[in-house]
Each structure stands twice: as C-alpha cells, then as structure tokens.
Nanobody
Framework: QVQLVESGGGLVQPGGSLRLSCAAS????????MGWYRQAPGKQRELVAT???????VFADSVKGRFTISGDNAKNTVILQMNSLKPEDTAVYYC?????????????????WGQGTQVTVSS
C-alpha cells in the first residue's frame, strides 16, 4: 500500500502565496507522475499541475504563470508553489501519484490520492 501525505494548505489573502507539499511512502517501485488536482464547492475536480519523473510538466491554463511545480524523485515528493493567489483558487487540493508497485511479485500500475488540503483565498 501507498500513502500520500499533504501539507501546507491554509488561509491567505488575495495576491498572497502558499506552498503545498506531498510525500509518497509505502511499497513504491517507481513513481511515473505526481501532481495536484483541486475541487471547489459545487464543481468537479480539475487538474492543477502534474510533473513526470522525467520532468515534463503540465499546468492548467488558469494557473500558468502563477504556480510552479517541482518534484524530488529520490524523496518521492512533489511541491506546488502557488503565487498571486486569487479567490477563485479556493478549493480542496488533492495530491495524486501514478506509480508502479509490486504486490506478491506482480507489478501493478496504480493511481493514489491524498486526503486533500484546504486552500482558502479571501480578504
């Protein structure tokens, strides 16, 4: 089993910054992609940003130029740096990992999700 532990959410004023961290642990063979999704009240979960083990990055158009994402393959962690935050960034942010793991000598590719961390942007 794999666990994703998120940290760094909170309340911030418009224009402020927050840094979200996510660490994966457990029976990991290799992480292919890590990233962040978010879900605002009454809306569907949406992509924020992802990064592959090779360093390829995808951003949602709504956060380009304001958010950055970085990963540490050795530590199985991903960081989302959020700058110039807007009220519309308010949501629960979920860490996700697409990874390979072994279970009874069989290799599986699975997707795991964290519990989510609340980000609120308000004055």
């Amino acid at each position: 089993q794999v666990q994703l532990v998120e940290s760094g959410g909170g309340l911030v004023q418009p224009g402020g910054s927050l840094r979200l961290s996510c660490a994966a642990s457990g029976s990991i063979f290799i992480i292919n992609t890590m990233g962040w999704y978010r879900q605002a009240p009454g809306k569907q979960r949406e992509l924020v940003a992802t990064i592959t083990s090779g360093g390829s990055i995808v951003f949602a158009d709504s956060v380009k130029g304001r958010f950055t994402i970085s990963g540490d393959n050795a530590k199985n962690t991903v960081i989302l740096q959020m700058n110039s935050l807007k009220p519309e960034d308010t949501a629960v942010y979920y860490c996700t990992a697409n990874l390979d793991e072994y279970e009874k000598s069989v290799r599986y590719r699975r997707v795991y999700w964290g519990q989510g961390t609340q980000v609120t942007v308000s004055s």
